[in-house]
């Protein structure tokens, strides 16, 4: 059971570049989210998706979209990378949001 | 205000000792309490949840819900080396932003030997 999958695991760009952060879940979740975690600090929600074809805004949306492709799959994406957006980018999903979290393993983001 | 605030420490309790972790959030309406742990360089993993004012046990761990006060307690008796870590708080949102959830910045524990 893969749980949640996020990849890449690592990535480095260069200002201005683009890229799509890719996760998936398989355990039939309605609610995904994603988070940036820096260092010493906790997880900011970025933007979340309560059930399919819904999305919201989070804590820290922008520079950011996302896409809800079905309801395994949630995509972020970066248009136009910057620095202050190096960071360690962590999918999750649950039930709903009363129910605890499953965490990938996270995508460690370098823009130079 | 943050919306979640945890004391960032780091929080040092000797070997065997009970460890108490704190946690309080601004919205009233909030109803899903959740503590999860963080290693270094891991993702979050799940210690405990809990939906109902008072103290919910499972096994070394009791979380601690005070609704009326706005605060959520994580407590961890017999402290071990291996709890040394992160402990993140997060709440669920009230009414219109019922669905998403808020981390607070984490505390770490530090159990010496």
């Known amino acids: 059971n893969a749980g949640v999958t996020q990849t890449p695991k690592f990535q480095v760009l260069k200002t201005g570049q683009s890229m799509t952060l890719q996760c998936a879940q398989d355990m039939n979740h309605n609610s995904m989210y994603w988070y940036r975690q820096d260092p010493g600090m906790g997880l900011r929600l970025i933007y979340y998706s309560a059930s399919e074809g819904t999305t919201d805004k989070g804590e820290v949306p922008n520079g950011y979209n996302v896409s809800r492709l079905n309801k395994r799959e949630f995509s972020l994406r970066l248009e136009s990378a910057a620095p202050s957006q190096t960071s360690v980018y962590f999918c999750a999903s649950s039930q709903n949001s009363n129910q605890p979290q499953h965490f990938g393993d996270g995508t460690r983001l370098s823009i130079l | 205000q943050k919306e979640v605030e945890q004391n960032s420490g780091p929080l040092s309790v000797p070997e065997g000792a009970i460890a108490s972790l704190n946690c309080t959030y601004s919205?009233?309406?909030?109803?899903?309490f959740f503590w999860y742990r963080q290693y270094s360089g891991k993702s979050p993993e799940l210690i405990m949840f809990?939906?109902?004012?008072g103290d919910k046990e499972d096994g070394r761990f009791t979380a601690q819900l005070n609704k009326a006060s706005q605060y959520v307690s994580l407590l961890i008796r017999d402290s071990q080396p291996s709890d040394s870590a992160t402990y993140l708080c997060?709440?669920?949102?009230?009414?219109?932003?019922?669905?998403?959830?808020?981390f607070g910045s984490g505390t770490r524990l530090s159990i010496r030997p």
């Open positions: 919205d009233r309406g909030s109803q899903s």
């Open positions: 997060a709440v669920n949102g009230a009414s219109s932003s019922a669905s998403k959830i808020i």
């Open positions: 809990i939906y109902s004012n």
